[in-house]
T-cell receptor, first 114, second 114 residues
Framework: EPEVTQTPSHQVTQMGQEVILRCVPI?????FYWYRQILGQKVEFLVS????????KSEIFDDQFSVERPDGSNFTLKIRSTKLEDSAMYFC????????????FGPGTRLLVL | GDSVTQMEGPVTLSEEAFLTINCTYT??????LFWYVQYPGEGLQLLLK?????DKGSNKGFEATYRKETTSFHLEKGSVQVSDSAVYFC?????????????FGQGTELSVKP
């Protein structure tokens, strides 16, 4: 069964460093998402991406964040200068198309900023 | 804006007990409603969904009915098992034109004891 994969599973970084989180969505899916979950809190939407551009972003997704689909398979989230409060689990999700309902989630990347 | 509210956890039950996790929502229009489950150390998995009023979603013995009049989507299971121990998230998906982000409740942790 096709699945969304994410790498790395865990990342530890120093405050102020850049990190890139990688996702491989399900092949032929058209919509891509990043969510985050700070420990013990709810899952929060960050950004949605379709047709090589951002379709919606939340207030959390400020200038420090960017997304990219550099080739036909990867979908990346970059945090330019990490802050302590960026420590969270980051989930990637994909959706087959506008008429579909189910977003499929990856296993997540746990980011710890020291 | 759209929002989802779940009952607070943790919920602790004995095996074979009846489970209800309450979920209510606020949304404009006619959202689709979902329950996702997160097992320890894993990502989010879709448990069930309902796309219109009075629809009942069901899977693995769990069920939830989309009640527009009470804006609710309560999760129920007649007889829980130890393996059902997980965190359960209620979510809605609203406006397709903006990429259809999911809005999650805060999650309810369920612990089932043998």
């Amino acid at each position: 069964e096709p699945e969304v994969t994410q790498t790395p599973s865990h990342q530890v970084t120093q405050m102020g460093q850049e990190v890139i989180l990688r996702c491989v969505p399900i092949s032929n899916h058209l919509y891509f998402y990043w969510y985050r979950q700070i420990l013990g809190q709810k899952v929060e939407f960050l950004v949605s991406f379709y047709n090589n551009e951002i379709s919606e972003k939340s207030e959390i997704f400020d200038d420090q964040f960017s997304v990219e689909r550099p080739d036909g398979s990867n979908f990346t989230l970059k945090i330019r200068s990490t802050k302590l409060e960026d420590s969270a689990m980051y989930f990637c999700a994909s959706l087959a198309g506008a008429g579909e309902e189910t977003q499929y989630f990856g296993p997540g990347t746990r980011l710890l900023v020291l | 804006g759209d929002s989802v509210t779940q009952m607070e956890g943790p919920v602790t039950l004995s095996e074979e007990a009846f489970l209800t996790i309450n979920c209510t929502y606020t949304a404009t229009g006619y959202p689709s409603l979902f329950w996702y489950v997160q097992y320890p150390g894993e990502g989010l998995q879709l448990l069930l969904k309902a796309t219109k009023a009075d629809d009942k979603g069901s899977n693995k013995g769990f069920e939830a009915t989309y009640r527009k009049e009470t804006t609710s989507f309560h999760l129920e299971k007649g007889s829980v098992q130890v393996s059902d121990s997980a965190v359960y998230f209620c979510a809605l998906r609203g406006n397709y034109n903006q990429g259809g982000k999911l809005i999650f409740g805060q999650g309810t942790e369920l612990s089932v004891k043998p």
